[in-house]
């Protein structure tokens, strides 16, 4: 893979600034009223943070049942966004599959939740 050009390189002072933490999903409810199928999210990040929500267009590959509990990877730091009448507090990330529907990512062991990316 070719090396990036050094304008699209960024700084660790860069990467800090986004703060990405572990939540774990306390709520899954359907999102009818979005554009493209998504859940509403409820997800506890600890005491620092506490519980914030997220919508998220993960339907194809996730069944509520399958989200609760789960932890994931979240960044908190983003103005919250008005998605029809709902508030998106946070982004839950996730890559496209093969199909380009959305994989979240998570860990592989449990962690301390709200704990931070680095």
């Known amino acids: ?10 700084s660790i002072d860069d990467f800090l600034k986004v703060n990405i933490r572990c939540g774990r999903i306390v709520a899954v409810d359907p999102f009818p009223e979005a554009r493209k199928p998504a859940y509403k999210l ?3 990040f600890g005491p620092e943070i506490g519980e914030k929500r997220s919508s998220a267009q993960i339907t194809e590959n996730y069944r509520p049942g399958d989200l609760m509990g789960r932890q994931v ?13 709902f508030m998106s507090e ?16 998570g860990v ?5 939740i ?5």
């Open 1 to 10: 893979m070719p090396d990036d050009d050094a304008q699209d390189r960024i």
């Open 42 to 44: 409820r997800v506890d």
């Open 73 to 85: 990877a979240a960044v908190v730091n983003f103005p919250p966004r008005q998605i029809g009448k």
């Open 90 to 105: 946070v982004l839950v990330l996730g890559f496209p599959d093969a199909a380009g529907r959305v994989v979240l990512v």
């Open 108 to 112: 592989d062991r449990d962690v301390p």
């Open 114 to 118: 709200g704990g931070r990316l680095y």
